[in-house]
């Protein structure tokens, strides 16, 4: 069964503290991506991926940091430079990267982010 | 500024009625619009339309888009209360690595 997880599905920052938030996917795309949600606003690209050893800053990449050193995996850390934290984020994926024409993206349940 | 715009923000309907949700959007090199479906969590899937006036069509949901006055319906028939989610609504441009989302619109159908 084919498809992105994300866990935690809830997660706690301290003031201060890094956290990382997981993403892994078994459907064999390329790319993938991570957006924030917030009430009353549109989805925001905060990073993403076209392939393995590769990822760009979307726009609002600041307090973030991503890593792509496999395929299946995009884990993104939340760090303390990140201010406002709390949000709903979604990983995402697309069998190529959106820009060749793939636009059809698959999401994740997502992970609650909360500051303590 | 934004370049993609939902109406209504939020909509509450009684089972088996109709409704249509309405995207609007402004961006210089448009190639497709979609149409996600969010539950509760992952937003899963509905259509993606690259041409006018083609219907798109899926049980009781449908779309169509106008290139001409830059906006796209969602219409769902007989509504059930199985359809009460926020409608997301994302534009992709010719070069971008980057869907445009709207605000979405809350849809709660009441028995």
């Known amino acids: 069964d084919g498809g992105i997880t994300q866990s935690p599905k809830y997660l706690f920052r301290k003031e201060g503290q890094n956290v990382t938030l997981s993403c892994e996917q078994n459907?064999?795309?390329?790319?993938m991506y991570w957006y924030r949600q917030d009430p009353g606003q549109g989805l925001r690209l905060i990073y993403y991926?076209?392939?393995?050893?590769?990822?760009q800053k979307g726009d609002i990449a600041e307090g973030y940091s991503v890593s792509r050193e496999k395929k299946e995996s995009f884990p993104l850390t939340v760090t303390s430079a990140q201010k406002n934290p709390t949000a709903f984020y979604l990983c995402?994926?697309?069998?190529?990267?959106?820009?060749?024409?793939?636009?059809?993206?698959?999401f994740g349940s997502g992970t609650q982010l909360s500051v303590l | 500024e934004d370049k993609v715009v939902q109406s209504p923000l939020s909509l509450v309907v009684h089972e088996g009625d109709t409704v249509t949700l309405n995207c609007s959007y402004e961006?210089?090199?448009?190639?497709?619009l979609l149409w996600y479906k969010q539950e509760k969590k992952a937003p899963t899937f509905l259509f993606m339309l690259?041409?006018?006036?083609i219907e798109k069509k899926s049980g009781r949901l449908s779309s169509i888009l106008d290139k001409k006055e830059l906006f796209s319906i969602l219409n769902i028939t007989a509504t059930q209360t199985g359809d009460s989610a926020v409608y997301l609504c994302?534009?992709?441009?010719?070069?971008?690595?980057?869907?445009?989302f709207g605000t979405g619109t809350r849809l709660t159908v009441i028995p």
């Open positions: 995402a994926s697309s069998i190529l990267a959106i820009r060749t024409g793939n636009e059809k993206l698959f």
């Open positions: 459907l064999n795309h390329d790319a």
């Open positions: 991926s076209q392939i393995v050893n590769d990822f």
């Open positions: 961006v210089t090199n448009f190639r497709s």
């Open positions: 690259t041409s006018s006036g």
């Open positions: 994302a534009v992709a441009e010719t070069g971008a690595n980057n869907l445009f």
